[in-house]
């Protein structure tokens, strides 16, 4: 079992979801976001940074998700996103979270099935896979979409692994019967 943050940056809004995975069961904890209400960038960044530090603290997830920054047509759009980007990475990594990182791309095919879904699809999915009664607000279920996302990513490396190895035995076992004859 295991909890799994995900996060949506934002410089105004930085949504957060937790989910717990046992197995291939995804229960949903907790979503929101953090927000930002202030001009000045330097006291944004700290207001995500301190935001996703408390949360962490009190949820203690094992496993962080962040969606990586997509090229906006404006520079400075792309420029605060990616400090704000920055600012949850950094709470994350100051308290002893790996951080796996995946495109919008990634995280829509992963819940949706198509990489170019929009915001409606992965809320909807988002609902569906959770179990929830009600749609999340867009910037926590892009959040939640990250940590499923990672779920699917993390169970499917792990199964992986396994058939990997299990493979390699039975590689082993056929080259060694061949030998003997």
């Not at 996703?52 to 404006?74: C, D, L, S, Y």
Request: proline share 3%; net charge positive; with cysteine.
């Amino acid at each position: 079992m295991s909890l799994i943050i995900g996060i949506d940056p934002g410089s105004r809004l930085t949504g957060y979801g937790i989910i717990e995975r046992d197995g291939q069961k995804l229960t949903f904890v907790d979503a929101g976001t953090i927000r930002t209400e202030t001009p000045e960038m330097p006291e944004r960044l700290k207001r995500i940074f301190a935001g996703v530090e408390r949360i962490v603290k009190f949820h203690g997830p094992t496993e962080a998700a962040v969606e990586q920054v997509f090229m906006a047509q404006n520079p400075d759009s792309a420029l605060k996103l990616g400090q704000a980007r920055g600012a949850a990475i950094a709470a994350l990594v100051n308290l002893d979270l790996q951080v796996a990182e995946y495109t919008a791309r990634q995280i829509k095919q992963s819940v949706v099935g198509y990489g170019a879904a929009d915001k409606e699809q992965v809320q909807m999915m988002v609902m569906r896979i959770l179990n929830l009664s009600i749609k999340p607000q867009q910037d926590a279920a892009d959040a939640l979409a990250a940590a499923i996302c990672h779920a699917h990513a993390s169970g499917s490396m792990s199964k992986m692994a396994v058939l990997n190895a299990l493979g390699g035995m039975a590689r082993g076992r056929s080259r060694s019967s061949v030998r003997r004859r």
